[in-house]
């Protein structure tokens, strides 16, 4: 009787060790789960023109190296801790400064401080790849950074950055739906814009320094481009290009945008010459002053936007 008392003891500590195993291994197992599940869901590798950077959570403090991606965060409804606004907080286009509110300045566009960006401890760098290429292993030591086209991108690569940007930011769904609303912009701008349309356009920076035309390729060009206005200059290496006089009869445009810089240009000491009053632009009264912060340094869905509905006014004004 002892004996089997014993034994059913036994038997009885055996079931309840196995199954206390057993639920400590089914709840480990669901732990690792879990984990895995939240890593996946929480970290993602985002593919840019340096490589791949990987990204967890949503970036609360994002440093912004070029416009474009400021104008990029604005879109996504986000406002940067820091940016290189040049250290000229006007530099800031009207429409993208009342999204963002208060920023740091991290110096210029060319040379941002490093050590003021390491201040801000952000946990997302965001830069171009022409200006910044040769300082993304000292960026990528501060926080993630991902390296975009911005400076040398046409309109389309100002697209596929906002995609990454959105991406990055754990925003895709949110950017989908803006770039939607972006595209649907567009289409009601190029509506605008006659089919029969045959006049040819050149926006252009111009300084004291010479005059620095923007071709076909260039972001501006190919924005214009984009919803039926075509541009002067339909051939060359360079999207930015700086041409004399002579070269503009030439190519002799039938509309001129220029974005000013400084109170003296190069095109005060052109008025007075015969061969500038005779391109067609000057001769119909079509040569515009346009904020060049807004149509050169700027590259986004939103300053797009406001370029084409500036082009619009100017060409179709009543």
Same mark, same amino acid.
């Given at each position: 009787?002892?004996? @089997? ?12 060790? @196995? ?7 089914? !709840?480990?197992? #669901?732990?690792? !789960?879990?984990?895995?599940? #939240?890593?996946? #869901? ?13 990204? &967890?959570?949503? +970036?609360?403090?994002?440093? $912004? ?12 409804? *986000? ?12 530099? %800031? ?17 060319? !040379? ?9 401890? +952000?946990?997302? %760098? ?8 040769? =300082? ?9 950074? =991902? ?7 046409? /309109? ?20 989908? #739906? ?15 814009? +006659?089919?029969?349309?045959?006049? &040819? *356009?050149? +926006? ?42 002579? !070269?503009? *009869? ?10 000013? $810089? ?13 061969? /500038?009053?005779? %391109? ?9 002053? *346009? ?24 060409? /179709?004004?009543?």
């Amino acid at each position: 009787m002892k004996k @089997t008392l014993f034994s059913f003891c036994m038997l009885a500590l055996i079931l309840m060790v @196995t199954a206390c195993g057993s639920s400590s291994e089914d !709840q480990t197992s #669901e732990d690792t !789960q879990d984990k895995d599940s #939240e890593a996946t #869901e929480d970290t993602r590798v985002i593919e840019h023109e340096m490589g791949e950077t990987e990204i &967890t959570g949503k +970036p609360e403090k994002v440093v $912004a190296l070029e416009f474009s991606f400021v104008d990029n965060l604005a879109s996504l409804g *986000v406002s940067p801790v820091g940016i290189a606004d040049d250290d000229d907080s006007e530099r %800031i286009i009207e429409p993208i400064r009342e999204k963002i509110g208060d920023y740091t300045s991290v110096g210029t566009r060319k !040379q941002p401080s490093l050590e003021v960006i390491s201040s801000l401890q +952000p946990d997302l %760098i965001i830069a171009d790849m022409k200006r910044h290429k040769d =300082i993304y292993d000292q960026l990528s030591d501060i926080a993630p950074t =991902i390296i975009l086209p911005s400076l040398a991108a046409d /309109y389309e690569g100002i697209i596929s950055s906002f995609e990454t940007v959105s991406k990055a930011m754990g925003m895709e769904e949110k950017g989908e #739906e803006v770039l939607a609303d972006h595209k649907a912009k567009m289409e009601e701008l190029r509506a605008q814009v +006659p089919e029969d349309e045959e006049r &040819t *356009v050149l +926006p252009a920076v111009v300084a004291d320094s010479g005059y620095f035309a923007h071709n076909m390729e260039s972001y501006t060009g190919s924005l214009l481009e984009s919803i039926g206005l075509k541009n002067a200059i339909q051939s060359g290496d360079e999207r930015y290009n700086k041409i004399n006089l002579e !070269q503009v *009869v030439e190519f002799n445009p039938d509309v001129m945008f220029h974005m000013v $810089a400084g109170d003296q240009t190069v095109v005060d000491e052109w008025e007075s010459n015969e061969l /500038y009053q005779d %391109i067609s632009a000057v001769k119909n009264g079509e040569v515009h002053e *346009v904020d060049r912060n807004m149509w050169s340094r700027f590259r986004g869905l939103i300053s797009s936007e406001k370029i084409l509905e500036d082009a619009i006014n100017y060409l /179709y004004e009543e």
